[in-house]
């Protein structure tokens, strides 16, 4: 039983956890809004505003404590001169939790924590220019929603367009020759076409067999005076024979 036991393990020793707090308090000052699980939200939500009525205060005190968990000092100087003057009339709740949905992969429950007087359209713009989309983009890519999600199905469907404006023109010239009536003429000007076809590929096939009955001629003249010169040798040593009997 965890009675008397405060606070979530998150599966990490307290090592990791304290550093884990920091980078996430370090990115919450900076951005004024992240997305991370439900769990770590809530333990995350007392600790930022803890930090934040410390830098309410001003003092050197304040700041060393502080600087204990934000380690890095602009973002430090940041909570103590533009954060933390923006709730000095307010007792408290500087944050809030919105639920986001299950993540893909882990199905863990994902939630935006972010200061209440977080204006979307003050951060949007910083968004757009540093990795390719807003805040809530990001947050629904992780759904599978979201700009990505967007430019990727306009792209399709520029894609489809083009492919279809491209096919048209052609579809068009097939269904305006197959609707043309066919005439007397037109029918009398294919059967001409035809025939000067059909007479080309014959003269083609009279001209290549000419040249190969040209070119076995050599060979045929070759082979005769070779025979007539063995003739030729053979008659003078027959003659000598019969002499010599």
């Known amino acids: 039983m ?39 939200a809530k333990e995350l939500r007392p600790i930022a505003e803890r930090m934040v009525t410390l830098a ?4 050197l005190a304040a700041r060393r404590k502080v600087a204990t968990m934000v380690q890095d000092k602009e973002i430090a100087q940041r909570l103590f001169e533009e954060i933390a ?11 809030r939790i919105m639920r986001l949905g299950r993540r893909h992969g882990d ?6 924590i972010e200061f209440i007087d977080y204006e979307l359209a003050d951060h949007q713009d910083d968004g757009e220019k540093g990795s390719g989309g807003g805040f809530l983009d990001r947050a629904k890519g992780m759904f599978g929603g979201g700009a990505a999600a967007d430019g990727a199905e306009s792209a399709d469907d520029q894609a489809t367009e083009a492919a279809a404006v ?18 007397e003429e037109s029918a009398e000007e294919v059967v001409a076409e035809e025939a000067v076809e059909a007479e080309a590929v014959v003269e083609e096939a ?34 000598e024979e019969k002499k010599d009997a």
């Open 2 to 40: 965890r009675h008397r036991v405060h606070g979530r393990k998150l599966g990490r020793t307290s090592a990791h956890r304290k550093a884990l707090f920091r980078n996430q308090l370090t990115a919450l000052f900076t951005h004024e809004r992240i997305i991370t699980t439900i769990s770590k």
């Open 56 to 59: 309410r205060t001003g003092t």
């Open 85 to 95: 003057p923006r709730f000095a009339d307010r007792p408290g709740g500087y944050t």
């Open 107 to 112: 199905n863990a429950e994902l939630a935006i």
């Open 166 to 183: 491209d096919d048209e023109p052609e579809a068009v010239e097939v269904e305006a020759a197959s609707d043309e009536p066919m005439t």
């Open 206 to 239: 009279a001209e290549e067999a000419a040249e190969e009955a040209v070119a076995e001629e050599p060979e045929a003249s070759a082979d005769e005076t070779v025979a007539e010169a063995d003739e030729s040798t053979a008659e003078p040593a027959d003659e």
